[in-house]
């Protein structure tokens, strides 16, 4: 004890003099603090209304892919949807220009011919991906 700060044992020796009803309702003050402190910190970056603050969804939908391909009329691939969708299996290859619009194209096993791109919105990606099972490029 005697490497610990003389004021530390005042203050601890303080506490310990104090009645057992003083020191419950002091612990209890102090760990219902400490909660509030926690659970703050834990759902205030969920909130949308304090700005800067982290939306989960833009962590597994990014709103802005960085990528740049090498052309400029090509496409980067980001992956592929499967899946039923109205009681057809569905594939579609997604992959997006180098201005960040994105494209998906059909394929199906029985025809040779692979339709061609069309662009959609993010919020048709994000309704796809919800019916669909999003796997990335090989």
């Known amino acids: 004890m005697e490497n610990v ?9 303080r506490f310990n003099r104090l009645p057992w009803n003083a020191r419950v309702a ?46 400029d009329d090509t496409l ?14 569905d594939s ?10 994105i494209f998906v194209r059909q394929t199906h096993r029985d025809k040779n011919v692979p339709e061609p791109w069309r662009e959609i919105t993010r919020k048709e990606l994000v309704h796809l991906s919800r019916d669909l099972h999003f796997a990335p490029p090989d």
């Open 92 to 101: 579609m290859v997604v992959a997006f220009d180098k201005w960040g619009n």
């Open 5 to 13: 700060l003389p004021w530390v044992v005042q203050k601890v020796s």
């Open 26 to 71: 002091i612990s209890s003050a102090l760990a219902l603090l400490l909660a509030l402190v926690l659970l703050n910190l834990i759902f205030l970056p969920g909130n949308h209304a304090v700005h800067g603050s982290i939306n989960f969804d833009s962590i597994t939908m990014p709103i802005k892919v960085n990528q740049q391909p090498c052309c």
């Open 76 to 89: 980067t691939p980001l992956g592929t949807l499967t899946g039923k969708e109205r009681r057809h299996q």
